[in-house]
């Protein structure tokens, strides 16, 4: 991907170098997340192999394993995030950049990335919140009389609200996070920026974004569960769910990544006021 070529561009650009970039740096792409991903599914059978097929009720013991198993799952994501961000990065400026050097920043972005997650959390809580309001402020003017229309439009605005502000939340998390390995931004900083550029900077290509990255996140998984659950045996189920839907994650995950810093980019030449390309050309010759 040459660096003089960086402009903005539309919804559909964005997916199409994105993929192009995946193609292109396959190799480089997946081994990073591979790196992390791989030995943390051998670790999530050893923790939960045994309870697949999934029961109604779980001992205390098997729920504490399902905890360990959701807090390792963090502190991975957490890092190979980074890194893996770092390495698409580069390679979209048409670099390279070694996998002990994207771990390394990794390790030193992970403090900043934790702070992500729990800024994300509290805005998401907020959205409930919100949400949640016409559905408590209901009960002040419904009557039995007033038939089951003013609940449905009730419902139909809480859940409208939720949906939108959930999709701004959800890319600007998104991309908050691959702004932290490829630029120097603390975590809160990176979620406020990130929230800026798509609630105030075209909200609605954000939601078609948003909508994008859950149909690629979301529908990959639920392909890969229903599969798992399809399987005549525990231990063909237990294949397909640490098996072959580590691979799928390996795979969604890549994709992902690739297409939300080739998004990035985008903003940052949009709106926030230089030329990347001659910046980048810049730093090259020195």
């Known amino acids: 991907m040459a660096t003089t070529d960086l402009r903005p561009l539309s919804l559909g650009e964005v997916l199409d170098r994105a993929v192009t970039l995946f193609v292109r740096r396959f190799s480089a792409i997946v081994t990073a997340i591979a790196v992390a991903y791989v030995p943390f599914a051998f670790l999530q059978w050893a923790l939960l192999g045994w309870l697949v097929p999934y029961k109604a009720r779980l001992t205390r013991e098997e729920w504490s394993s399902f905890g360990l198993d ?3 799952g963090v502190l991975v994501f957490a890092l190979s995030r980074t890194a893996v961000a770092a390495v698409v990065g580069e390679a979209y400026m048409s670099r390279a950049l070694s996998l002990v050097a994207a771990y ?3 390790a030193r972005r992970f403090g900043a990335q934790i702070v992500v997650l729990f800024v994300a959390a509290l805005f998401g809580c907020a959205i409930v919140i919100v949400a949640a309001i016409p559905v408590l402020v209901m009960p002040l003017f419904w009557t039995p009389d007033s038939g089951v229309l003013p ?11 939720a949906a939108v502000l959930g999709a701004w939340l959800f890319l600007g998390y998104e991309l908050a996070t691959v702004r932290l390995a490829v630029r120097a931004q603390n975590g809160y900083a990176a979620v406020v920026a990130a929230l800026r550029a798509t609630v105030f900077w075209r909200p609605w290509r954000s939601l078609l974004a948003a909508g994008t990255l859950l149909l690629v996140q979301v529908g990959g998984a639920f392909i890969f569960s229903g599969l798992a659950q399809l399987m005549p045996s525990p231990a063909l189920q237990a294949f397909m769910t640490f098996g072959v839907g580590s691979v799928a994650a390996i795979l969604i995950e890549a994709l992902t990544v690739t297409f939300l810093v080739v998004y990035d980019v985008d903003i940052a030449v949009r709106h926030e006021g230089f030329d990347l390309a001659v910046a980048l050309d810049a730093a090259s010759e020195m």
């Open 70 to 72: 959701l807090v390792l």
């Open 104 to 106: 390394l920043l990794a």
């Open 151 to 161: 609940i449905f439009t009730v419902l139909s605005i809480a859940g409208t609200a």
